[in-house]
């Protein structure tokens, strides 16, 4: 599990790292949406509650409303490119 967890990190590192690098990021969650798109919806919610446990108040109501945002277009990108139908059963944030 902890060789999984470094995976997620380091996924979502280069995809942070990669925003203002259009085509690597394209690449970066494409890459990631043909081999996890299925699994990458359940950690929407996680992913924000672990921001707002760790950031507390620092974690504004604008700053969640840019995490979600990235987040569902970076799960767009990836149901995309894992050919998932976005009608799938596939939660949104």
């Given at each position: 599990?902890?060789?999984?967890?470094?995976?997620?990190?380091?996924?979502?590192?280069?995809?942070?790292?990669?925003?203002?690098?259009?085509?690597?990021?394209?690449?970066?969650?494409?890459?990631?949406?043909?081999q996890h798109a299925?699994?990458?919806?359940?950690?929407?919610?996680?992913?924000?509650?672990?921001?707002?446990?760790?950031?507390?108040?620092?974690?504004?109501?604008?700053?969640?409303?840019?995490?979600?945002?990235?987040?569902?277009?970076?799960?767009?990108?990836?149901?995309?490119?894992?050919?998932?139908?976005?009608?799938?059963?596939?939660?949104?944030?």
């Amino acid at each position: 599990m902890e060789r999984q967890y470094l995976k997620l990190m380091d996924m979502i590192a280069a995809i942070v790292g990669t925003l203002d690098k259009r085509e690597m990021f394209r690449s970066i969650i494409s890459h990631s949406g043909r081999q996890h798109a299925s699994h990458f919806a359940a950690l929407g919610d996680a992913l924000i509650w672990g921001l707002e446990q760790q950031l507390g108040a620092a974690f504004t109501p604008e700053m969640k409303e840019a995490w979600m945002k990235l987040y569902d277009d970076v799960q767009r990108e990836m149901i995309r490119a894992g050919g998932i139908s976005e009608d799938a059963g596939v939660d949104r944030l």
